[in-house]
């Protein structure tokens, strides 16, 4: 245990080295940070309760998801029936049900075999619940009744919820702002915090506004390098892909079908060719735009535009004329879903309303983190005295292992780009107790050895090693409390998960390595024999 290669204590030291390194960013001004290569500009970004800022706590109105799931329902009755050629009476739409009449009883079967195919699984792409959108039943004299069970209620706030979080994550990244912090919280509701940001109703009013969502073509007459040089036509201009990296193109003026004729999209799987796609699906208003455009340009791209940004631009195949079509191209199952959220985030903006508002001065913020400092450094001096006196030349060894893990914590974080919280604080001083605890746990393993009569380097070596399970066994129960912590939790509690976590895994790191490194040095240059200095 306490021999090391010379490659191994140089690979010891260089880790540690260089991700204490990544903390020294944090001691220097933001200003002259940013002026330095873009690797080494990583720092900590301090929350809300550190720095101050805006917090918004925003409800999506789920009486009007109920009720623009129901007249989509209402809609497609509508549509399939023409299409089907099939009169039909009395369509209406009321608690959680749609209700139409067939004229003819022989048409029947034929009606209630068109609308079963609106009923569609739950859960997307991503997984099935074995439930189903709809239940649609005959009710007898003609009647059909669609019904919308409670899961598919919810599943459509869930992507209500989706949607909305696009929006708000855009506009507050309009604002310049560093991590802002935007999570779902219960069923139907939206946390917003954003540090830095002391204006709330400048935040409010920019939440208001929509994604603006286009449908247009793609100008081939020009290519983008070409236009990029002042060739564009006046009814064309350049616009960026939303991907990275940044790809320029020539996109005409001319608006086909806008983000408000958009009702639906949902990710699914290419029936011939098993590729992932997007299925889109817009109003009657859009479907008839829609078809024009695509009959008018079959064998042209064209661009889906949110936030004049080229999200995607497919080729038009065939004429779509139904209301309906499929975005197919280099998709992954996660980047499907992911533009589905984005092409439904565009078209169903659902109303938002704040039901809670604070604002964090940064004069509080300033007391919290004076107040979090106070505590890290009276926790701090207190360890390493206790340390000294007790455990004189290897408690200094202690105490070295332990600033330089608190340096390692930092440095992840920092990496990381992590929020640091008043939490978080609390979680590192948490940890500099865990990490003194794994060298009390590893030195009076020693000293049980030196009063079993061991000699000096033979109990060195068995407190170590002895030591292991049981440190590795404490650590991991308290890394699997932190997760379940990170994984539940929201807000400053995923804070705190986060920097116990770290700190953990950089305290098992010095624990076994540095600390034993520093003590396998000692005993290579004083060679002793019998005492030990501990």
Do not use: H
Not at 135 to 147: M, Q
């Amino acid at each position: 245990m306490l021999y090391f290669t010379r490659w191994k204590a140089l690979g010891i030291i260089l880790t540690a080295l260089v991700v204490c390194l990544c903390a020294v960013p944090n001691f220097f001004p933001e200003s002259q940070v940013k002026t330095w290569p873009g690797w080494a500009q990583r720092r900590l970004v301090l929350g809300l309760d550190l720095q101050g800022g805006s917090y918004l706590l925003l409800e999506v109105d789920s009486n009007y998801v109920r009720k623009e799931k129901l007249d989509q329902i209402r809609d497609d009755v509508r549509r399939t029936l023409r299409d089907a050629k099939i009169g039909y009476t009395g369509l209406n739409a009321r608690n959680d049900v749609v209700e139409v009449r067939i004229s003819r009883e022989t048409d029947l079967p034929t009606a209630l075999s068109k609308l079963r195919e609106l009923s569609q699984p739950l859960g997307g792409l991503l997984g099935s619940s074995g439930q189903r959108s709809l239940e649609v039943s005959d009710a007898g004299g003609g009647l059909i009744r669609l019904t919308v069970p409670q899961a598919a209620i919810t599943e459509r706030i869930r992507q209500t919820i989706e949607q909305s979080i696009q929006i708000v994550e855009r506009r507050v990244n309009q604002l310049g702002t560093v991590e802002p912090v935007i999570q779902r919280q219960g069923t139907d509701r939206i946390l917003v915090q954003v540090p830095g940001l002391q204006d709330p109703t400048r935040l409010k009013e920019l939440l208001g506004k929509t994604a603006k969502m286009e449908f247009r073509m793609v100008d081939t007459s020009v290519p983008p390098d070409q236009a990029q040089q002042g060739r564009v036509a006046p009814e064309s201009e350049i616009l960026m892909s939303a991907s990275t990296p940044k790809i320029p193109y020539v996109i005409k003026k001319q608006v086909l079908v806008s983000g408000g004729d958009l009702t639906d999209a949902q990710p699914g799987f290419d029936q011939r060719t098993g590729e992932p796609i997007v299925s889109f699906r817009f109003n009657t208003s859009g479907a008839r735009k829609f078809a024009q455009a695509t009959t008018e340009n079959v064998g042209q791209p064209f661009a889906i535009v949110l936030d004049n940004e080229v999200i995607s631009a497919p080729v038009i195949r065939e004429p779509i004329t139904g209301g309906q079509g499929q975005i197919s191209g280099n998709f992954t199952v996660q980047s499907a879903n992911d533009l589905a959220i984005l092409l439904r985030a565009g078209a169903l903006p659902a109303p938002l309303t704040v039901i809670e508002e604070r604002t964090v001065g940064p004069g509080l913020g300033q007391d919290s983190i004076e107040k979090g400092e106070l505590a890290a450094y009276v926790g701090s001096i207190l360890v390493i005295v206790f340390m000294l006196l007790t455990y004189r030349l290897f408690g200094v060894f202690a105490n070295i292992a332990v600033t330089v893990n608190v340096a390692m914590i930092f440095g992840l974080l920092s990496l990381l780009n992590a929020t640091l919280t008043l939490p978080g604080i609390a979680g590192i001083v948490l940890t500099i107790g865990i990490a003194v605890d794994s060298n009390v746990l590893i030195y009076e393993r020693i000293r049980e050895e030196l009063r079993g009569g061991r000699n000096a380097i033979s109990a060195i070596d068995a407190g170590f090693k002895r030591a292991l399970a049981t440190i590795l066994d404490s650590n991991i129960t308290t890394f699997i409390a932190a997760a379940v912590l990170f994984y539940i939790g929201t807000g400053p509690v995923r804070g705190f998960a986060v920097t116990l976590g770290i700190g953990i895994i950089t305290t098992v790191f010095t624990a076994f390595t540095l600390t034993r490194l520093i003590v396998a040095s000692w005993v290579w240059w004083r060679r002793p024999q019998k005492t030990v200095p501990i």
